[in-house]
């Protein structure tokens, strides 16, 4: 069984920056691609970002495209960290990782994803 932990929430001032991780057991970022999500309070979930199995590339979802970058993938270490950049209110939210199947169409997540993690806080204050 796939098991996915995210971590690297916390309190940041707007503007600043984080980096996000997503640690899997097994071979889930070989098998899938590898998704991340975010949930405010109130809100529907959304995705954030994709990375396709296929070809490696990182398709970034409207909201956060320019601010978000995927800073490495370690193979060895089945860890995968995302960095976001300016920090905005909005970004407020409890994020997620996942793998599964995603796509980017028309600026938003597509996705099928078949295991997820717990999530962690990212808290934005102004």
């Known amino acids: 069984e796939v098991q996915l932990q995210a971590s690297g929430g916390g309190v940041v001032q707007a503007g600043g920056s984080l980096r996000l991780s997503c640690a899997a057991s097994g071979s889930a970022f070989e098998n899938y691609s590898i998704g991340w999500f975010r949930q405010a309070p109130g809100k529907e979930r959304e995705g954030v970002l994709c990375i396709s199995r296929s070809d490696g590339t990182t398709y970034y979802a409207d909201s956060v495209k320019g601010r978000a970058t995927t800073i490495s993938t370690h193979n060895g270490e089945n860890v995968v960290y995302v960095r976001m950049n300016s920090l905005k209110a909005e970004d407020t939210a409890v994020y997620y990782c996942?793998?599964?199947?995603?796509?980017?169409?028309?600026?938003?997540?597509?996705?099928?994803?078949?295991?997820w993690g717990k999530g962690t806080l990212v808290t934005v204050s102004s």
């Open positions: 996942a793998v599964g199947q995603c796509t980017l169409v028309a600026g938003h997540l597509n996705y099928d994803m078949y295991y």
